[in-house]
């Protein structure tokens, strides 16, 4: 992700993108970029994370006060999400399938299902987004989301607030 700070609104106690505000000391004058994933341009497929760990590594050696390289790594302890998503747990190949039909007699059961899944959804991202995570305010009070990496894959887990924001820009 790259933030450029000519696209953003700035004043004394911060630089807004979009709708979020960041700390703007804490932020490359001209842009900053937030490494996160590395992908084999060719095939997309995402590069082991030691070799990750490396490039970001380089890069944040290039770092200077024009143009930052942000670590936007996080910790947490543990995060028990099982009764978040438990709802979903008894999906099986038959519910999946109702999910991806496009016949009008499916329809009613789909958008039951979606539903469910969509309220996990904002249940799981209140979750993770309330959870005591070290680092989520890095750069601000504010923030847009999560990038999550589960399993080899990433996950953006955006806040309410945002989403809502975004509907009115």
């Not at 991202?125 to 990038?147: H, R, Y």
């Not at 607030?161 to 509907?167: I, N, T, V």
């Amino acid at each position: 992700m790259v933030v450029d700070n000519p696209m953003a609104t700035e004043n004394d106690t911060g630089i807004t993108f979009v709708t979020v505000k960041y700390d703007k000391t804490k932020l490359g004058s001209l842009m900053t970029i937030f490494p996160i994933d590395f992908v084999v341009a060719s095939t997309g497929e995402q590069l082991p994370k030691d070799q990750q760990e490396s490039i970001k590594k380089n890069l944040f050696k290039f770092s200077n006060d024009k143009i930052k390289f942000a670590d936007t790594s996080m910790k947490i302890d543990s995060l028990d999400i099982n009764a978040t998503i438990d709802p979903l747990v008894n999906f099986d190949n038959s519910h999946i399938e109702i999910l991806k039909s496009r016949k009008a007699a499916d329809k009613i059961q789909k958008e039951n299902l979606l539903a469910i899944v969509n309220k996990v959804k904002e249940d799981l991202a209140t979750l993770i987004l309330n959870a005591d995570i070290d680092g989520k305010d890095k750069f601000g009070k504010e923030i847009e989301g999560i990038v999550l990496a589960i399993n080899g894959k990433s996950l953006k887990v955006t806040t309410r607030e945002f989403k809502d924001s975004k509907r009115k820009v």
